[in-house]
């Protein structure tokens, strides 16, 4: 029988913080829900942000996008400009789980594909304040790694000093579960809060 994991490895964004660029875009484009989707499946793309999460700069990014796409300037600029606009908040439900396995004493950590730029702008506000609960939050903007790479896990289980089959990794993504999971990792797909905390009871990390 295997063991039970002991650390717990939380993804940020869809799990504890809702992000997600629709949250500015729909302003921007005003009632064009088809237009905003092409934008942001062939301009601002899912693969353009993961070089952002990975640490290219910004200002980089954007001018050059730009230079490519001068008919989108403004909404491509916005994308800096206005990032924080994509974040709703946090996931209230989540943090709560959060905040109960804390109090249980299980080791927490957070592992996430987040601008080390932007992450900055998150970190400092006290709505966000929870984030204290991690012992060490992996950015991967500062690591120059991203999710699913698997050295972002070997990374991330090198300075836990944990065993992978000892650690629980929480994740909305699929492609990051599995890469998780071919390490050895504890996986929880994250769909819900309460589908998680079913989870975390019969792994007896919640009572």
């Keep these: 029988m295997a063991p039970f994991p002991r650390d717990v490895i939380f993804d940020l964004g869809g799990v504890l913080i809702e992000w997600d660029p629709r949250h500015l875009y729909r302003s921007l484009f005003a009632g064009d829900q088809a237009g ?3 934008f942001l499946a062939e301009i601002c793309t899912p693969a353009w942000n993961l070089e952002l999460d990975r640490g290219r700069p910004f200002a ?3 001018a050059e996008l730009t230079l490519l796409h001068p008919e989108h300037a403004e909404p491509i600029r916005a994308y800096h400009a206005r990032w924080l606009e994509m974040v709703a908040g946090p ?8 905040e109960e396995l804390d109090g249980r004493g299980v080791p927490l950590w957070a592992l996430t594909n987040w601008s080390a730029e932007t992450f900055a702008l998150v970190r400092g506000d006290p709505a966000y304040a929870f984030l204290d ?5 992996f950015v991967s903007g500062e690591l ?4 699913p790479d698997p050295e972002i896990f070997r990374h991330a289980l090198r300075e836990i000093g944990g065993a992978p ?6 994740d909305d993504a699929e492609k990051n579960v599995a890469a998780a999971a071919e390490l050895g990792i504890a996986t929880h797909r994250f769909t819900t809060p309460e589908r998680l905390r079913a989870d ?8």
């Design 60 to 62: 980089e990014a954007v």
């Design 133 to 137: 609960r991690f012992r060490t939050i």
């Design 91 to 98: 996931i209230d439900a989540t943090v709560a789980i959060l």
């Design 165 to 170: 089959e000892r650690t629980l990794f929480v």
């Design 36 to 38: 905003m989707e092409r």
């Design 144 to 147: 120059r790694l991203v999710k």
């Design 200 to 207: 975390l009871v019969r792994l007896g990390l919640l009572a």
